[in-house]
């Protein structure tokens, strides 16, 4: 049976809707583009501090990819710390990866503080090996990281991996226990609440469709009328599109699907994921998987180009299989949901906030925005009411463009950096 093409996550919430379209403010201090865990964050800790703001969102509030992820709220970034020390030093380094800490603990603060109901739990996550040699790499990872970060983690070898994988597949695993895990519609609707219930006024429907600057204001064309706004962020993540085109050049929106099963019997689930993880694996072209309420949340790049009913439509059976090839466990399991959501990478996968003529940004999570889109928000909105963003630890390395500048916002080249990531899989 084809599964439903849906967001599973909002069948267990009551998403915010576009039922009653609150009127645009005619002025207001901060305008915000985007209406996800960037902008609601940044909303929140700006309204508490008695800034007017709004929230200008294009479709209904949530709906981008802090609606659809998988919800793992994890330590780190994208790119690994090795890679951060090297190329921008370990001060830097050492500056960035607190900042990840950070925003894990920012995350259950705010879970906390507002009384989210999105099941946040510090569950830990588990990267799977694939290969031997991602095994020994993993060795030298363990060693550097308690080194240079005074951060533990615990190798598992292949005939120890069952207490925490119900799997054969893998060569070993490496367990970070202080990641956690949430419910990301949830935890949206919560965080929309929160900050409307500080004074942020949020707008569904309410698409930028100009952004211009007039004498010491901002005039924002939405498709309801203008807004007219001492400065501007924007937080519009992979969906980023032309109203602010030197952005839109340097963010490359990249396809992520998700499939969820039918519930599955507790024995079945616990056996699958024992200690309830957040797991994904060491390839490039990787699979990301976790448990909510008894079901299997699986996800991963079955598609480059960013969520179409076509491209989700395959997306469907290609994870379906990949789940299988894990677990043959599941051979026989129903497939309830599928859905897909878009991400944003920059051209050095590195996350940049920052500031050009008034209009702040944060962006380029590149799959690590639970945790860090949340904390972001919440610190860049504090770095515009201090007017320090150039102090900001993500704000003090370059912000690069495509190499020869040849991309204006029309991934062309997902094939051939598909198909690259796939020989790279082959070859490390
Ligand atoms: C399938 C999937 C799985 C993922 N899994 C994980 C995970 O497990 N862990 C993790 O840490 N991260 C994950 N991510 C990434 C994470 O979801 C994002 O990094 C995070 O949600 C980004 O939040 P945001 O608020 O910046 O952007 P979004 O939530 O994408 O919101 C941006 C919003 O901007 C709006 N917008 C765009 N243009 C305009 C305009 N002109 N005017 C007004 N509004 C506009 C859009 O409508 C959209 O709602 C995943 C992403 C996807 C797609």
């Keep these: 049976m084809t599964p439903t093409q849906q967001i599973y996550w909002h069948t267990t919430v009551k998403m915010p809707d576009d039922s009653k379209l ?34 200008l969102e294009a479709n209904t509030i949530g709906w981008g990819a802090s609606s659809r992820n998988g919800g793992m709220v994890l330590t780190g970034l994208k790119l690994g710390m090795r890679s ?50 991602h095994f020994d790499a993993l060795k030298e990872d363990v060693e550097f ?14 005939d120890e991996q069952h207490t925490e994988i119900g799997s054969d597949i893998y060569h070993g ?49 939405t498709e309801r009328g203008p807004v007219s706004a001492e400065s501007v962020l924007v937080a519009t993540s992979g969906y980023t599109g032309n109203v602010t085109k030197n952005l839109q050049k340097k963010v490359i929106p990249i396809g992520s699907f998700i499939i969820a099963t039918e519930k599955l019997p507790d024995e079945l689930a616990k056996q699958l994921i024992p200690n309830g993880r957040m797991i994904f694996d060491s390839m490039h072209y990787l699979n990301y998987f976790r448990l909510w309420d008894n079901r299997m949340i699986f996800g991963g790049r079955a598609a480059f180009f960013p969520e179409t009913s076509k491209t989700i ?79 900001h630890p993500f704000a003090s390395f370059s912000f690069p463009g495509a190499p020869l500048g040849l991309y204006n916002g029309f991934p062309w080249f997902l094939p051939f950096a598909g198909a690259w990531h796939k020989i790279l899989d082959w070859l490390e």
């Design 22 to 55: 609150t009127p645009l403010p005619e002025k207001v201090e901060v305008a915000i583009l985007g209406g996800g865990y960037t902008g609601l964050s940044a909303a929140r800790t700006l309204a508490k501090r008695g800034v007017k703001i709004a929230v």
């Design 84 to 133: 951060v020390m090297k190329k921008y030093g370990r001060e830097t380094a050492r500056r960035l990866f607190q900042c990840s800490l950070q925003s894990i603990d920012t995350v259950e603060q705010i879970v906390k503080e507002e009384n989210i109901d999105c099941g946040f739990r510090r569950y830990g996550h588990l990267l799977t090996v694939n290969k031997p040699r």
């Design 145 to 158: 990281m308690e080194k240079e970060f005074n951060h533990t983690l615990h190798l598992l070898a292949r």
């Design 173 to 221: 695993a490496l367990v970070d226990e202080c990641s956690g895990g949430l419910n990301p519609a949830q935890y949206v609707s919560g965080l929309a609440a929160a900050a409307e219930g500080a004074g942020a006024t949020l707008h569904a429907r309410a698409r930028v469709n100009r952004l211009e600057r007039k004498e010491d204001r901002f005039v924002l064309e």
């Design 313 to 391: 439509g395959r997306s469907a059976e290609i994870l379906r299989q990949e789940m299988i090839d894990v677990y043959p466990q599941l051979k026989d399991v129903k497939i309830e949901y599928v859905w897909g959501g878009t991400l944003d990478f920059a051209f050095d996968m590195m996350t940049h906030v920052g500031e050009t003529d008034g209009i702040y940004y944060s962006l380029g999570y590149a799959g690590h925005g639970v945790a860090m889109a949340t904390y972001l928000g919440k610190t860049v909105a504090e770095a515009m009411i201090k007017g320090n963003i150039k102090e």
